[in-house]
């Protein structure tokens, strides 16, 4: 099937069987899919229209294989429309399509039928099988054309003791760089390795005191003394306190702020909380409220959250980002602490609302620029620019090629947006109506 139909037609029409055996065969000799099977016990099916394809897993084997006469029925069976699977199977999909999670999100006719536990248990062998299957449809992804380098030798690291809640805590905070302040946030679960590659780059360091640091129960910040595991939970104001006791402990002066995802709309919240000490904020994949993102399975006792949260989020970002890349942001949601990405989701899209407070952020005060990647079904492009539109003198524009993690999917092509923003905060002097820009 490989360049028969590289638009992934092919696999949607008539062409189903024929691609269909190529696609269990690749299936049973791909060494990742062998390694992520690795003990599994699960059939399931995937359904086009009136056409399916089963693949089975057995704990005799670390592969697919059809089904046969006497096999188990699917467990559960992945199905949409066929001109939905079509685009699904394309090389470089359309925004939604690079992920059957992002299908499940936006694509109407996107189910998982049967038992949808079995599914987030196995969510990342569904993963690994599609992925196999654009392959088999439109040929396998040209290796990257760039070298990313090897990893940055890494900033430095030091510990801030800081009062938050009214309860002693320790942060752990990495910075490089001279010159103005910028601190950066990192996305929900995660922790300041995603900025590793910013804090490295030479000409970011030659401009500014880069800061990052681990929010408490990420990374090398420890839960507060006493606290019990999984009782974790973000709230605005928590996090709005968080933020400030970071800029105040380290005497950071009219630091630019930036973040995606939650850390995107709390760069909002900060400036209408704190616009005199603010000096602007970056606010990434944002929008005023975010609905349906919780997702019960992160910190499900049956669910492994270290293989379903990665996965969970693997597909938000662009599918033309560099694999070496992707593959960090992957590694560093599987280190995730136990329910700290459960507990950021509460406040990402139940917590935040800023529907009644962003319009009255002043930009004369606190600059606001928001960047939102188009790979992004979480927060689209759309739902930030109404978000924008709201706020008197803010600039909004869409990053082509990239999706919700922009400064770490994809460091050298978010760079340039960022340095940009930066030159359009230092522009805002008085507010102007609202104005959008696609690169």
């Known amino acids: ?70 096999d188990a029925e699917p467990e559960f069976t992945l199905e949409a429309p066929a001109d939905a699977w079509a ?18 999100m936006r694509v109407d006719g996107t189910q998982v039928v049967g038992n949808e536990l079995g599914f987030a ?50 942060i752990y905070y990495e910075e490089a760089g001279v010159g103005r ?33 681990d929010l408490p129960w990420h990374g090398k910040s420890f839960p507060p003394a006493g606290a019990v595991p999984g009782d974790y939970r973000l709230s605005t104001d928590l996090y709005a306190e968080t933020v400030m006791a970071v800029v105040e402990g380290l005497g950071l002066e009219q630091p630019i702020v930036l973040g995606a995802s939650m850390a995107g709309e709390i760069c909002l919240e900060l400036a209408y909380r704190h616009p005199d000490r603010i000096g602007g904020v970056v606010a990434c994949q944002a929008s005023d409220h975010v609905p349906g993102r ?66 009255r952020i002043d930009t004369d005060r606190c600059p606001v620029v928001m960047l939102t990647g188009e790979y992004d079904y979480s927060c689209t492009p759309e739902m930030s620019r109404r978000t924008a539109a709201k706020i008197p003198g803010a600039v909004f524009r869409v990053m082509p090629r990239l999706g919700h993690f922009p400064y770490a999917e994809n460091p050298p092509l978010f760079i340039p947006h960022l340095l940009d923003a930066i030159d359009s905060i230092d522009a805002i002097d008085t507010p102007t109506p609202h104005t959008e820009h696609t690169a």
């Open 181 to 213: 302040d910028l601190l950066m946030l990192h996305t929900a679960g995660a922790d300041a390795r995603q900025f590793h590659r910013l804090l490295a780059d030479e000409l970011l360091a030659s401009r500014f005191r880069m800061v990052a640091f």
């Open 1 to 70: 099937m490989a360049g028969e139909e590289p638009d992934g037609g092919t696999a949607a029409g008539s062409g189903w069987a024929e691609f269909a055996a190529g696609w269990r065969r690749a299936c049973a000799t791909d060494r990742q899919l062998g390694i992520l099977a690795a003990g599994a016990e699960v059939t399931f099916s995937v359904r086009c229209g009136g056409k399916r394809v089963a693949f089975r897993f057995g704990a005799d084997r670390t592969s697919a294989a059809p089904g046969g006469p006497g």
């Open 87 to 104: 685009l699904f199977f394309r090389r470089v999909p359309p925004p939604w399509y690079q992920s059957f999670f992002g299908m499940l």
């Open 294 to 359: 919780r997702v019960g399975w992160a910190r499900h006792p049956k669910v492994n959250q270290a293989l379903f949260v990665p996965e969970w989020v693997d597909g938000l970002m662009a599918p033309t980002s560099p694999p070496e890349y992707r593959s960090e942001v992957w590694w560093g949601y599987s280190q995730g602490g136990y329910a700290a990405f459960h507990g950021d989701i509460d406040f990402y899209s139940g917590d935040w609302d800023g529907t009644d407070r962003v319009p």
């Open 121 to 170: 248990q196995h969510a990342h062998l569904v993963r690994r099988v599609l992925e196999i299957g654009r392959d088999t449809a439109s040929g396998p992804a040209p290796e990257p054309s760039a070298d990313i380098g090897p990893p940055p030798s890494g900033p430095t690291g030091r510990y801030l003791a800081a009062p938050i809640g009214g309860r002693p805590h320790r």
